[in-house]
């Protein structure tokens, strides 16, 4: 029998991409968001869509007594650090309290499969230049903190319920579905890629927070990981679940990254060599939360999920520039 899969924030940046993928793969998928779909997300007439809150529990346990799930991947949250710091509350109310909520609506009903979308910002500034799983969580900024204790409340439901999990730590998502389907469209836009493109493509300064870290360059190092690697990871992760005994407790965290990092300033060089264009960098002052270089160990993911990601970041602003000009055009026509 085919297995139902909810999707929390299935409509986000990444959680949109992988219900793509798990439509190609032919799981019948519910997908809950708070927000309405956007033009260009037609993939949601192949869903069982559902418009609703994770702060809403009895709308919640409603949807968990009408389906019959065998699996939850979990995007629905906050995820800016610099807006974190500035309204935490709303980010331990919706990151917290949210997957609080999910978790107890998925108990009533013995739902206890869940694929967490955790992040490379609960290990804080770690003191090792490639980052395992057995590095210490030490969160700097709200947002990893946040998520931090949300995969601890899930660990509890394992040693306490005998839930089936996988945080799923990943580092910089970026780039686009490579047939242009979706991609990155916040609003407003904090990450590093768009915001070069948008600088690029009107001609702006683009922004950094900083040129004086302890780095080759002076910029942040991070790790750039395509959305459709993602995507993969999270379907490999469902599948490994869904194979395991139902009475087994489990919890694995697994870090999702390419294991190459690259800093700022060369990110903003590549993106002028693809586009062709150029911009003026403005050196801002440090912001509160930034470590200066993350960048993953993925031994794990290929040890345990048997996957490797196939797209490097030349790709990933391919694909990011296509998006990006779609998008352009969509927002002309309406």
């Known amino acids: 029998m085919t297995p139902t899969i909810l999707v929390t924030g299935g409509l986000g940046y990444i959680g949109s991409q992988v219900v793509l993928d798990l439509i190609a793969e032919k799981y019948n998928v519910i997908l809950l968001d708070k927000n309405q779909p956007k033009s260009y997300q037609t993939f949601v007439q192949q869903t069982t869509f559902i418009q609703l809150d994770l702060l809403d ?38 990151n917290v309290v949210g997957t609080l909520n999910l978790l107890t609506s998925m108990l009533t009903k013995q739902v206890k499969k869940i694929v967490f979308s955790s992040t490379a910002a609960v ?8 980052i395992d799983e057995s590095e210490p969580k030490k969160p700097i900024n709200v947002y990893g903190r946040t998520k931090s204790l949300a995969e601890e409340i899930i660990r509890e439901f394992v040693q306490g319920h005998s839930f089936q999990a996988i945080f799923l730590r990943y580092f910089n998502a970026a780039g686009a579905d490579w047939q242009n389907r979706t991609g990155e469209d916040h609003d407003p836009e904090t990450h590093l890629i768009p915001l070069v493109l948008q600088a690029l493509d009107q001609g702006t300064n683009i922004s950094i927070f900083g040129n004086d870290y302890p780095t080759p360059d002076g910029t942040c190092i991070r790790d750039y990981i395509h959305t459709t690697d993602l995507s993969s990871a999270h379907i490999a992760a469902a599948k490994h679940l869904l194979d395991l005994d139902a009475s087994q407790a489990y919890c694995e965290a697994i870090n999702l990254g390419t294991g190459q990092g690259y800093s700022v300033k060369k990110v903003i060089d590549l993106a002028e060599q693809i586009t062709g264009l150029s911009t003026h960098i403005q050196v801002l002052p440090r912001r509160i939360g930034d470590p200066a270089r993350l960048v993953a160990s993925n031994q794990k993911a290929k040890d345990i999920l048997r996957w490797q990601p196939k797209s490097n970041l030349e790709q990933i602003l391919e694909t990011a520039w296509s998006w990006y000009q779609k998008l352009k055009l969509l927002k002309r026509q309406t």
């Open 123 to 130: 290990y804080g500034t770690p003191q090792v230049a490639i």
């Open 57 to 94: 529990y009895i709308g919640l346990q409603k949807i968990f007594d009408r389906y019959s799930i065998d699996l939850v991947i979990h995007f629905a949250a906050l995820t800016s650090v610099a807006e974190s710091q500035t309204y935490p509350s709303e980010y331990y109310r919706t």
